[in-house]
């Protein structure tokens, strides 16, 4: 592995020294693929334009990133930022100086990537729901139109996650194998919810079964592990300590921030899938009208954005965790069931009135 790092070093450095005029594109992909955004901007665009895709991305979001926690903890990956100050192939302390960057200090594990794995299953899921309408064309020209699009589509999507890996990779907060591990991984679990129809009828029970199982699991191999002397918080310390800036630390990064803010997106979508508001508004006449999708696209966004001005205390953790997944909650909720059923509401008073 001191290999592997020692050449993943070598390129952060050729990235931040003959990269460093396109620092603010990279930043900018570096936040594109942050999977915060997959709950906040494009679940709210996609469950409006088709609820079934919307409904998927939920779920691949959660399980990927689930699945990254549990590879995280298996893998013991290094990041670059720490690793320089503490590894001994460097003779005569002539560790290399690799940059920081106020979104660096991340204080989970590195392998895999968690950004590039997010970013690349949410594209796949979005890339493969917008080919599906075009592979239904039967006509000659159709097909043609289908081939470029593809071609196009896919282009994008490749374009989108060797930037997000670029990024990552230049703000040395992971190694190149490390990307390339999270974009792959990724895209395993979003083909794998291709062939899993059974998500769009799941019942709140079934919703909360997966929510305990997912807690109960992740909790029980932390435990398990711990009680055989292996501390799976190994990598806090370390950022603590090699981060250059103690303000970068964010409780935000830690792995079980991750997993309340993922388990509290899945049952928010659960209670407001299986709730009556969303059986009113988006199963009602309504549903159908571009008015009316437009509307709660809009509102939803707009209501979303207000939900970044609330900042969670963090001077205890434990209330930091159980807000954190309160919030986390209130996003597919308030997509899902709040925001159609006011617009519902709007647009049946504003017809009883001109009626």
């Given at each position: 592995?001191?290999?592997?790092?020692?050449?993943?070093?070598?390129?952060?450095?050729?990235?931040?020294?003959?990269?460093?005029?396109?620092?603010?594109?990279?930043?900018?992909?570096?936040?594109?693929?942050?999977?915060?955004?997959?709950?906040?901007?494009?679940?709210?665009?996609?469950?409006?334009?088709?609820?079934?895709?919307?409904?998927?991305?939920?779920?691949?979001?959660?399980?990927?990133?689930?699945?990254?926690?549990?590879?995280?903890?298996?893998?013991?990956?290094?990041?670059?930022?720490?690793?320089?100050?503490?590894?001994?192939?460097?003779?005569?302390?002539?560790?290399?100086?690799?940059?920081?960057?106020?979104?660096?200090?991340?204080?989970?594990?590195?392998?895999?990537?968690?950004?590039?794995?997010?970013?690349?299953?949410?594209?796949?899921?979005?890339?493969?729901?917008?080919?599906?309408?075009?592979?239904?064309?039967?006509?000659?020209?159709?097909?043609?139109?289908?081939?470029?699009?593809?071609?196009?589509?896919?282009?994008?999507?490749?374009?989108?996650?060797?930037?997000?890996?670029?990024?990552?990779?230049?703000?040395?907060?992971?190694?190149?194998?490390?990307?390339?591990?999270?974009?792959?991984?990724?895209?395993?679990?979003?083909?794998?919810?291709?062939?899993?129809?059974?998500?769009q009828t799941a019942s709140l029970r079934m919703y909360?079964?997966?929510?305990?199982?997912?807690?109960?699991?992740?909790?029980?191999?932390?435990?398990?592990?711990?009680?055989?002397?292996?501390?799976?918080?190994?990598?806090?310390?370390?950022?603590?300590?090699?981060?250059?800036?103690?303000?970068?630390?964010?409780?935000?990064?830690t792995p079980f921030a991750g997993l309340v803010r993922?388990?509290?997106?899945?049952?928010?979508?659960?209670?407001?899938?299986?709730?009556?508001?969303?059986?009113?508004?988006?199963?009602?006449?309504?549903?159908?009208?571009?008015?009316?999708?437009?509307?709660?696209?809009?509102?939803?966004?707009?209501?979303?954005?207000?939900?970044?001005?609330?900042?969670?205390?963090?001077?205890?953790?434990?209330?930091?965790?159980?807000?954190?997944?309160?919030?986390?909650?209130?996003?597919?909720?308030?997509?899902?069931?709040?925001?159609?059923?006011?617009?519902h509401s709007l647009m049946r008073t504003t017809e009883?009135?001109?009626?």
């Open positions: 592995m001191d290999l592997l790092h020692s050449n993943g070093v070598l390129i952060i450095q050729h990235l931040q020294r003959d990269y460093r005029a396109y620092q603010d594109f990279l930043n900018f992909m570096s936040h594109v693929g942050d999977p915060r955004n997959i709950f906040s901007i494009y679940f709210p665009l996609w469950f409006q334009l088709n609820q079934v895709v919307g409904t998927k991305m939920i779920w691949v979001a959660v399980i990927g990133d689930w699945f990254n926690l549990i590879f995280k903890w298996i893998l013991f990956g290094h990041r670059p930022y720490w690793w320089v100050q503490e590894t001994m192939i460097y003779p005569n302390q002539s560790s290399p100086c690799l940059e920081q960057f106020p979104i660096t200090c991340e204080t989970g594990p590195g392998s895999p990537s968690g950004h590039a794995m997010g970013s690349s299953c949410v594209w796949y899921v979005m890339v493969t729901a917008a080919l599906s309408y075009t592979v239904r064309w039967k006509d000659k020209s159709a097909v043609t139109l289908h081939r470029l699009t593809w071609s196009f589509l896919w282009s994008i999507f490749w374009i989108i996650q060797i930037s997000v890996c670029i990024s990552r990779v230049f703000i040395a907060t992971h190694f190149p194998h490390q990307v390339v591990l999270g974009v792959f991984a990724g895209i395993l679990v979003a083909e794998a919810f291709e062939h899993t129809p059974s998500i909360i079964k997966t929510n305990l199982f997912l807690f109960i699991f992740a909790i029980g191999f932390y435990l398990s592990l711990k009680l055989l002397d292996i501390d799976l918080l190994w990598s806090v310390p370390k950022a603590k300590k090699w981060c250059a800036n103690p303000d970068w630390i964010n409780i935000d990064t993922n388990l509290g997106a899945l049952f928010g979508l659960g209670l407001g899938i299986n709730s009556e508001m969303f059986i009113m508004s988006c199963k009602g006449k309504n549903s159908c009208r571009i008015s009316f999708r437009v509307l709660c696209v809009a509102a939803s966004l707009a209501t979303l954005q207000l939900y970044n001005f609330v900042k969670i205390p963090t001077h205890t953790e434990y209330l930091f965790y159980i807000l954190s997944f309160c919030k986390s909650a209130a996003m597919p909720l308030t997509v899902v069931a709040l925001v159609p059923y006011c617009v009883k009135k001109l009626n």
